[in-house]
């Protein structure tokens, strides 16, 4: 007669995690789970990189903690195909009711635009895009051209999230102190830029390492396209890296019904800052838009 002999079954892990062959065990108490805010600052606290500098009047170079690449992940809304070329992008508008040079938007509805300086790593900007859309909010970018050249893919996600686009110059330098050919040339720079990865322009111009344009700038922006030079009337100063404690009270402190926020990508202390300031202004009944629609 003969043996069959079946091979011992080797032992199969369990739900969690462990190879004993046990049952699996109960969910863990959710007092013991981390919350989303938590572990996102834990995260950035435990990065480190080199990050990109802010836009100052004094042009400061700060050097905050990066966010892990592996930190983050891009939005669920980003494209499935980023090789597949893009729908147009909206154009510049001009609002017949707003000057050369706006800093706010209308001061009789609740909503305020936070607008961001694109530049730094893309992973801490699709960060920040991602944490803004969970809260269903909408941002305005102002992506400096070489950046663009960097990471060509991150001004379709941008657009992807409902968000709007737009021009920070070439080089991201003090666009103020140039003679008018060479301001002509970072701007139409990134404007070109825009046009071969999203067939616009951009919907709005702000000026590097400045708050407000010079007259020569604000008419050359003109030239190249854009009515309206866009300026803020609330300063994050995330850029000085002053703790995302202290960016959140910036900018809840100066923000108001029709506010414009400048704020950055690239630095750890916003992509902590951001989930705080959006629950406060949720709380205070105000929403964050694009400035295409806080103007509209």
């Excluded at 916003?270 to 103007?295: C, F, I, S, Y």
Aim: proline share 8%; charged share 20%; net charge positive.
């Amino acid at each position: 007669m003969v043996r069959v002999i079946t091979p011992a079954r080797p032992p199969q892990p369990s739900l969690d995690g462990s190879s004993d062959g046990s049952v699996a065990r109960a969910a863990p108490d959710p007092r013991t789970v981390p919350d989303r805010r938590a572990a996102l600052r834990s995260g950035v606290a435990l990065a480190a990189g080199t990050l990109a500098a802010g836009c100052s009047t004094t042009g400061v170079v700060a050097h905050p903690v990066a966010v892990s690449r592996t930190a983050v992940s891009p939005s669920a809304n980003a494209s499935a195909n980023p090789s597949a070329k893009p729908a147009a992008a909206p154009a510049p508008r001009r609002f017949p009711q707003q000057p050369a040079e706006i800093t706010h938007g209308p001061r009789d509805r609740p909503r305020v635009a936070l607008t961001f300086h694109g530049q730094g790593d893309p992973a801490v900007a699709k960060a920040l895009l991602g944490e803004a859309e969970k809260a269903g909010a909408r941002v305005t970018v102002l992506a400096v051209g070489s950046w663009l050249d960097e990471h060509p893919d991150i001004a379709r996600r941008i657009l992807d999230g409902g968000h709007d686009l737009g021009n920070h110059t070439l080089r991201h330098l003090a666009v103020n102190a140039m003679s008018e050919a060479d301001a002509e040339a970072e701007i139409r720079g990134c404007a070109d830029r825009l046009r071969r990865l999203t067939g616009s322009i951009g919907t709005w111009f702000r000026p590097s390492r400045t708050p407000t344009a010079s007259a020569l700038v604000a008419g050359v922006a003109r030239r190249v396209g854009y009515p309206h030079v866009l300026s803020y009337d609330v300063d994050s100063l995330d850029y000085t890296s002053p703790g995302a404690p202290a960016v959140t009270r910036q900018v809840i402190g100066g923000v108001r019904e029709g506010s414009v926020v400048s704020m950055h990508f690239g630095y750890a202390d916003t992509v902590a800052a951001l989930p705080a300031v959006l629950e406060e202004l949720g709380r205070r009944g105000l929403r964050a838009v694009t400035t295409t629609e806080l103007l509209s």
